[in-house]
């Protein structure tokens, strides 16, 4: 298979239907689900950022878990989550994060929609047109996410 049509298998599922994780406990079930399938392989990619390269490992799946929820629960203080989109509930491929801090645009946009802060995908995710720059508190939270592995 070419990049071409990789690109487009990708740009497909990113543009295809997505389930909205309504709850708190659906996203814990969510997490769930990636973490107990060790067998799965997966990029991390945050948006406006190089896409990656390389799929995660385990540990930093993980850890990119755990940080993520931290912020999304921290800095999304509702008691809804509503901010994470996942083209299948049971058997996910491809996983929308919005950044909490950017949820005005994202409600009531017209024409364009936004694009999410952050994907977890099992396709190597393309470099994504952005509307905007990733907002440079969000840039100095992904890059020091990993920094204690480099």
């Known amino acids: 298979m070419s990049n ?5 298998d990708f740009l ?5 239907g997505f389930q909205g994780i309504l709850r708190w406990p659906q996203l814990d079930q969510l997490w769930e689900t990636l973490l107990n399938d060790k067998q799965s392989q997966w990029y991390l990619y945050a948006v406006g950022e190089p896409p990656p390269e390389q799929v995660a490992t ?8 755990q940080q993520l929820d931290h912020l999304l629960r921290h800095e999304h203080a ?4 509503g901010i994470v989109y996942v083209d299948h509930f049971q058997q996910p491929s491809l ?9 005005g645009t994202m409600c009531g946009s017209k024409g364009m929609q936004p694009l999410p802060a952050w994907i977890i995908s099992k396709l190597k995710p393309i470099d ?3 509307t905007l720059p ?5 840039r100095r939270w992904w890059q020091q996410l ?3 592995h480099t």
Do not use: W
């Not at 385990?58 to 878990?65: T, V």
């Not at 996983?95 to 949820?103: A, T, V």
């Open 95 to 103: 996983i929308k994060i919005f950044d909490p801090h950017n949820l």
């Open 146 to 148: 990993f920094a204690s």
């Open 58 to 65: 385990y540990a930093e799946l993980k850890q990119f878990i």
């Open 12 to 16: 497909h599922v990113f543009r295809g």
């Open 4 to 8: 071409t049509e990789k690109n487009l």
């Open 134 to 138: 990733m907002p440079q508190n969000r």
């Open 78 to 81: 509702e008691d809804y989550c």
């Open 128 to 130: 994504l047109p952005h």
